[in-house]
């Protein structure tokens, strides 16, 4: 059974920061393709980071330089470090395994001044 928990999550002001983790349990972690999606109030799910098995990273151009993914394949985990986090930034954020089907319940980003 694949299990996807998300954590991190919290409300901070324009200019901060926060550190997203989700541990992964139930499939080989280490030879999937990991990614970051966020979905805010009304608007569609998007990716905004992934991470390929050998570590190359990709970054959606509303998050680029602000952003950064990592994983620790040891511990089945995926990071997502924001700084300068922006009012549009806001939104419920998950991590997924890209080939695969499933989603865990997210994790809530509130950027408010």
């Known amino acids: 059974q694949v299990r996807i928990v998300e954590s991190g999550g919290g409300e901070v002001q324009p200019g901060g920061s926060l550190r997203l983790s989700c541990t992964v349990s139930g499939i080989n972690f280490k030879i999937y393709q990991m990614g970051w999606y966020r979905q805010a109030p009304g608007k569609e799910r998007e990716l905004v980071a992934g991470?390929?098995?050998?570590?190359?990273?990709n970054y959606a151009d509303s998050v680029k330089g602000r952003f950064t993914i990592s994983r620790d394949n040891a511990w089945n985990r995926l990071l997502l470090q924001m700084n300068s986090l922006k009012l549009e930034d806001a939104a419920v954020y998950y991590c997924k395994a890209i080939t695969l089907p499933y989603w865990g319940r997210g994790t809530q980003v509130t950027v408010s001044s």
């Open positions: 991470i390929l098995s050998n570590g190359t990273k």
